[in-house]
């Protein structure tokens, strides 16, 4: 079982309302991820960061914005939500060190309604 | 185009049968090959990895193939129960665990009966 945390895990506001969807794992991995679900399409990447004070914009060009202050916390805040921004967020975690194979650990996904 | 194609896009089959899903990639260069399995409403959780020595793989029901050749990869289910019942993802990565960049496919959804 991952110890990688996402919350809420669903979430359903307004046009215009400002979001935080919070993120936080247990491992110790210097690496973090957001990607972004819609059904029937692959992950794309949106957010990564390789440790605290590090981080890149993914694929997938978005809104939002992360900030990695601690190793276990890596947020993602939408500042102004549109129902374009609805869909289904996952954050997950990889250890980088020698030996690892890469895996990726996922926390349960926030699921993301702007009406 | 993606560089990651899964079929069948869905898949039902009968409690007890066995079932296999396909994944094709042309990332190069090729590092890993991941496959996830995602129940509904949960993050994706890891089965099996394919490096490229590696023909076969099993975990438990779960048998992974690789052929580097063709850049094909099969996830063979055997005897299904309908906990098996989710999504499949296949992911290619083009270098090592540090750099290297990831490939998602669509998944395939499989569906279980009683």
């Known amino acids: 079982e991952a110890d990688i945390y996402q919350t809420p895990r669903y979430l359903v506001i307004g046009t215009g309302k400002k979001i935080t969807l919070e993120c936080s794992q247990t491992?110790?991995?210097?690496?973090m991820y957001w990607y972004q679900q819609d059904p029937g399409m692959e992950l794309h990447l949106i957010h990564y960061?390789?440790?605290?004070?590090?981080?890149e914009k993914g694929d997938l060009s978005s809104e939002s914005t992360v900030s990695r202050i601690r190793t276990e916390h890596f947020p993602l805040t939408l500042e102004s939500a549109r129902p374009s921004h609805t869909s289904q967020y996952l954050c997950?975690?990889?250890?980088?060190?020698?030996?690892?194979?890469?895996?990726?650990?996922f926390g349960e996904g926030s699921r993301l309604t702007v009406l | 185009k993606n560089q990651v194609e899964q079929s069948p896009q869905s898949l039902i089959i009968l409690e007890g049968k066995n079932c296999t899903l396909q994944?094709?990639?042309?990332?190069?260069?090729?590092?890993?090959l991941r496959w996830y399995k995602q129940d509904t409403g949960r993050g994706p959780v890891s089965l099996t990895i394919?490096?490229?020595?590696?023909n076969t793989k099993s975990n438990g029901r779960y048998t992974a193939t690789l052929d580097a050749d063709t850049k094909q990869s099969s996830l063979h289910i055997t005897a299904s129960q309908l906990s098996d019942s989710a999504s499949y993802i296949c992911?290619?990565?083009?270098?090592?665990?540090?750099?290297?960049?990831?490939?998602f496919g669509r998944g395939t959804q499989l569906t279980v009966w009683p």
């Open positions: 997950a975690s990889s250890d980088p060190g020698q030996g690892s194979t890469g895996e990726l650990f």
């Open positions: 491992m110790g991995h210097d690496k």
């Open positions: 960061s390789y440790g605290v004070n590090s981080t």
């Open positions: 994944c094709n990639y042309t990332v190069s260069p090729f590092s890993n």
């Open positions: 394919m490096t490229f020595s590696e």
């Open positions: 992911v290619v990565s083009d270098r090592g665990s540090t750099l290297g960049r990831l490939y």
